[in-house]
């Protein structure tokens, strides 16, 4: 059997819409008769479903008076643990965004009091700052835009992040912003097609990558908060270059880089750890733990934590010993 968003129950048509924002990431089903002889519309469309989460698929029954059709929701929230036992047990981790919408979840002030997440909460993705004590967080970047991954610069006095237009096709160019994480207007940082992800190190460094995609390739360019594009630092050739994962140790010297998209079931997925001052490399090997979702080094730069998941669906939250190449 196959399955569509669009479906016929004898004359009628039914059709999914998205919801209008700050739902936007909600669909439902709605219904119009159909004039069999002009194929036009009679009448007006009536909803059939609602609440929240997206109608993935539609299908009717042989004889047109049965509809059966899947919803699903995403609903990504951020959390928030202190580490025990030197960095290798979580407390219970504690909710920090009180809300139904997306949150995700990005950096933390250099004070380390406060998160740096981006949320859809009042439409768009916008960024926002919040302690664990709080429960309302604080607007660091709005607008009619899509704002995303922000990140700390080297001296941690501004962020950096990604802004989208709505409806974001990728072919149209994504613009980097900087804006003071006390606040105050954005300012252009550069701009181009296919930027997918952007990390400082912490000062006495003052690297700053991108990732862009370019037709097959994973290109990784250095960058100044102020003055803009540097040079090409590194690369990966892939089929799907937009399906990886990266971080940067904060003293700017080792680029870790994950396939996120598991392809071939088989295949033990690697972490590449590439030396930018040497230009040598190391492989971390993830057994048993196919996919990896993100990875981010520890502050102290010396491993690294990765989330994850089996092939049943089963997610983890990994702390891998980059030093020693173990798990």
Same mark, same amino acid.
């Given at each position: 059997? %196959?399955?569509?968003?669009?479906?016929?129950?004898?004359?009628?048509?039914?059709?999914?819409?998205?919801?209008?924002p700050?739902?936007?990431?909600?669909?439902?089903?709605?219904?119009?008769?159909?004039?069999?002889?002009?194929?036009?519309?009679?009448?007006?469309?009536?909803?059939?479903?609602?609440?929240?989460?997206k109608v993935?698929?539609l299908?009717?029954?042989?004889?047109g008076?049965?509809?059966?059709?899947? %919803?699903?929701?995403?609903?990504?929230?951020?959390?928030?643990?202190?580490?025990?036992?030197n960095g290798?047990?979580?407390q219970?981790?504690?909710?920090?965004t009180?809300?139904?919408?997306?949150?995700?979840?990005?950096?933390?002030?250099?004070?380390?009091k406060q998160?740096?997440?981006?949320?859809?909460?009042?439409?768009?993705?916008?960024?926002?700052?919040? !302690?664990?004590?709080?429960?309302?967080?604080?607007?660091l970047?709005?607008?009619?835009?899509e704002?995303m991954?922000?990140?700390?610069?080297?001296?941690? %006095?501004?962020?950096?992040?990604?802004?989208?237009?709505?409806g974001?096709e990728?072919?149209? !160019?994504v613009?980097?912003?900087? =804006?003071?994480?006390?606040?105050?207007?954005?300012?252009l940082?550069?701009e181009?097609?296919?930027?997918?992800?952007?990390?400082?190190?912490?000062?006495?460094?003052?690297l700053?990558?991108?990732?862009? =995609?370019?037709?097959?390739?994973?290109?990784?360019?250095?960058?100044?908060?102020?003055?803009?594009?540097g040079?090409?630092?590194a690369?990966v050739?892939?089929?799907?270059?937009?399906?990886?994962?990266?971080?940067l140790?904060?003293?700017?010297?080792?680029?870790?880089?994950?396939?996120?998209?598991?392809?071939?079931?088989?295949?033990?997925?690697?972490?590449?750890?590439l030396?930018?001052?040497?230009?040598?490399?190391r492989?971390?090997?993830?057994?048993?733990?196919?996919?990896?979702?993100?990875?981010?080094?520890?502050?102290d730069?010396?491993?690294?934590? =990765?989330?994850?998941?089996?092939?049943?669906g089963?997610?983890?939250?990994?702390?891998?010993?980059?030093?020693?190449?173990?798990?």
């Open positions: 059997m %196959k399955f569509w968003t669009l479906a016929w129950t004898n004359d009628h048509l039914v059709y999914v819409l998205d919801e209008s700050p739902n936007q990431n909600d669909s439902n089903a709605w219904s119009v008769k159909i004039d069999p002889r002009t194929a036009k519309p009679l009448g007006t469309a009536t909803r059939l479903t609602t609440g929240s989460g993935q698929y299908s009717s029954a042989a004889d008076r049965r509809l059966a059709y899947v %919803k699903q929701s995403w609903q990504p929230d951020v959390y928030v643990a202190r580490l025990e036992a290798t047990k979580l219970n981790p504690r909710l920090l009180l809300d139904e919408r997306q949150d995700l979840p990005w950096a933390w002030t250099p004070d380390s998160v740096i997440f981006g949320s859809d909460r009042d439409g768009a993705f916008h960024l926002f700052r919040q !302690a664990p004590e709080q429960t309302t967080p604080e607007l970047v709005g607008g009619k835009e704002s991954v922000p990140r700390l610069t080297p001296d941690g %006095k501004e962020i950096v992040y990604l802004q989208f237009q709505p974001f990728g072919a149209e !160019a613009r980097m912003l900087r =804006v003071p994480l006390t606040g105050g207007p954005p300012e940082v550069l181009g097609r296919g930027l997918t992800n952007l990390q400082c190190a912490r000062l006495p460094s003052t700053c990558l991108y990732s862009r =995609v370019d037709d097959k390739r994973l290109v990784f360019y250095s960058f100044d908060p102020l003055q803009g594009k040079q090409e630092v690369h050739d892939d089929d799907i270059p937009y399906a990886y994962n990266w971080s140790t904060p003293d700017g010297s080792t680029l870790a880089i994950a396939k996120a998209r598991k392809i071939d079931l088989s295949v033990t997925p690697d972490i590449r750890l030396s930018l001052t040497d230009h040598t490399e492989t971390i090997r993830l057994k048993e733990w196919p996919g990896v979702s993100s990875l981010d080094w520890a502050a730069g010396k491993s690294l934590w =990765v989330s994850t998941s089996t092939n049943t089963t997610s983890a939250l990994l702390k891998s010993t980059a030093s020693l190449g173990a798990d």
